[in-house]
């Protein structure tokens, strides 16, 4: 994770079955950033089929590739409490100072301009094919992520109540 790469797609499918079966019967749930490669979909499809569950939605929120940029290495944390800030959408009072506990906001490594751009191209390499994967299953639904995350919110909730779900 440290380099922008993803965790090993056996660890992580481990992880969500035992996930999914520690939540007993028809049990609801929200993936966020999961599955992220064709082969933990595929692998997330024989854990729900051999729990006889299926997904009803798959929200694909689409962000301009300059603005993922531009939002990812606004982050900046505190060194001592972890708190996030971001010096677009949240930021401190001070700059580079914590709200909460007055320490030193620095950023991630995750976060620096680097990282984000080689997080973007393992991005398009493994993640992007998702969208024909989950298109093809009459699955996907795809959203502006534009604006905040309360308009992003309301936009996938419309497209909730058109599907009359
Ligand atoms: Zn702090």
């Known amino acids: 994770m440290e380099k922008g790469e993803l965790v090993p797609d056996e660890f992580i499918l481990k992880m969500v079955a035992s996930i999914l079966d ?39 929120i689409e962000v301009l590739e300059d603005e993922v940029i531009k939002r990812l290495s606004s982050r900046w944390s505190c060194s001592n409490c972890e708190s996030v800030f971001n010096t677009i959408s949240n930021p401190p009072a001070e700059p580079g100072i914590c709200d909460k506990c007055g320490s030193k906001l620095i950023q991630r490594n995750d976060d620096k301009p680097d990282t984000v ?36 919110f309301n936009r996938i909730l419309g497209e909730f109540s058109k599907s009359g779900n």
């Open 117 to 152: 751009r080689n997080r973007l191209s393992v991005y398009f390499e493994q993640t992007e094919p998702l969208i024909d994967y989950y298109k093809n299953k009459g699955l996907l639904r795809s959203v502006s992520g534009d604006g905040g995350p309360e308009s992003v």
């Open 22 to 60: 520690d939540e007993g019967d028809n049990p609801s749930f929200i993936f966020d950033g999961f599955p992220r490669t064709i082969h933990q979909s595929e692998g997330f499809d024989k854990i729900l089929n051999e729990r006889n569950m299926a997904l009803d939605h798959v929200i694909n």
